[in-house]
């Protein structure tokens, strides 16, 4: 049976935060990059990990190891939780069965319910199925929720699609240095989008 996705099933399926009815979707890589995604097996033989450099080390981490890029989301949801009390969530908070309903239709879905969304790239995360999910919700959404869409990736971090992003969609496009940095701008991104709100500049969702 397909389950349908609404605003209500979102809040309903996350804890309690001051603001609960402002949703705010972060989407981004839960795996970090490494090199197990682009070597073939006779490549990463001939390398020995462990005569590099500790940074270049961890990109050969078994890939079901490498979680600091959801780790990294989980911290600043929770920052974004507490601090303005928005509701901040993944797609793997809403707890729907990609059986029921696919993960590019969810994302989708999600952001389409959302007060804010945000695609935040780190340098390190895996992007490519991120990258494909952020395309499908910009070729859908952009035009009726572009104002509630917004991109941040880490100031070393560039690409083809980000590049398009900004030309294709006009999307808001702000690049971070540190962790802090991050969540500061997606504070005052939803900040900026619960004034919208207020003044009537943007519909409030119910």
Request: charged residues 30%; hydrophobic residues 35%.
């Given at each position: ?34 090199l ?5 097996e ?17 990109l ?10 959801q ?19 993944l797609?793997?908070?809403?707890n729907v069965n ?48 572009g104002?509630?869409?917004?991109f ?19 999307l ?10 991050l ?6 991104f ?17």
């Open positions: 049976m397909t389950v349908q996705i609404t605003r209500g099933l979102i809040a309903d399926r996350l804890g309690d935060v001051k603001y609960d009815r402002f949703l705010f979707y972060l989407m981004g890589p839960y795996k970090s990059f490494n197990n995604y682009v070597l073939d006779e490549e990463r033989r001939r390398i020995d990990a462990d005569d590099l450099p500790g940074p270049l080390r961890r050969f981490q078994n890939k079901d190891e490498i979680d600091e890029a780790a990294l989301l989980r911290r600043v949801q929770g920052e974004l939780r507490t601090d303005p009390g928005v509701n901040a969530f797609a793997l908070d809403v990609t059986d029921d309903v696919d993960a590019v239709t969810q994302s989708i879905e999600y952001a389409r319910c959302s007060n804010a969304t945000a695609f935040v790239v780190p340098s390190l995360g895996h992007n490519f199925g991120v990258g494909e999910e952020a395309g499908s919700v910009l070729e859908t959404l952009a035009d009726t929720h104002d509630r869409l917004f941040v990736h880490e100031n070393d971090v560039t690409s083809a699609m980000i590049r398009s992003a900004k030309v294709r969609w006009d808001r496009i702000q690049t971070y240095e540190t962790e802090a940095d969540v500061d701008t997606l504070r005052r939803a900040a900026g989008i619960m004034q919208r709100e207020r003044r009537g500049d943007l519909d409030r969702l119910n």
